[in-house]
Nanobody, 123 residues
Framework: QVQLVESGGGLVQAGGSLRLSCAAS????????MGWFRQAPGKEREFVSA????????YYADSVKDRFTTSRDNAKNTVYLQMNSLKPEDTAVYYC????????????????WGQGTQVTVSS
């Protein structure tokens, strides 16, 4: 059982930055990675990034690769998504999720999800 709670969302102007946090509890030590997804109204849930617990290896969607950075603090059981140079099209509810699948990029490959945190980027 894994419990995830996102925080750090809010309203920011285009070009600004936000850092999202995802606090994990439960049986995280045996999980492979934590991912970030986002979902805008009326759209499918979209992969953003992921990071492995063990080695801190990251991988990103092309749309955010040059602007977003994922990191983790294993001692705190927390992962982060640093979002820089934000654009209006980044507006979405952002979710963190847990997976045991290496290099998972599909929502169906993640089995535990947080409640989401709203990120709104104004022009």
């Amino acid at each position: 059982q894994v419990q995830l709670v996102e925080s750090g969302g809010g309203l920011v102007q285009a070009g600004g930055s936000l850092r999202l946090s995802c606090a994990a509890s439960g049986r995280t030590f045996s999980r492979y990675a934590m991912g970030w997804f986002r979902q805008a109204p009326g759209k499918e849930r979209e992969f953003v990034s992921a990071i492995t617990w063990s080695g801190g290896r990251t991988y990103y969607a092309d749309s955010v690769k040059d602007r977003f950075t994922t990191s983790r603090d294993n001692a705190k059981n927390t992962v982060y998504l640093q979002m820089n140079s934000l654009k209006p099209e980044d507006t979405a509810v952002y979710y963190c999720a847990s997976t045991s699948v290496p290099f998972a990029r599909l929502a169906r490959e993640y089995d535990y999800w947080g409640q989401g945190t709203q990120v709104t980027v104004s022009s």
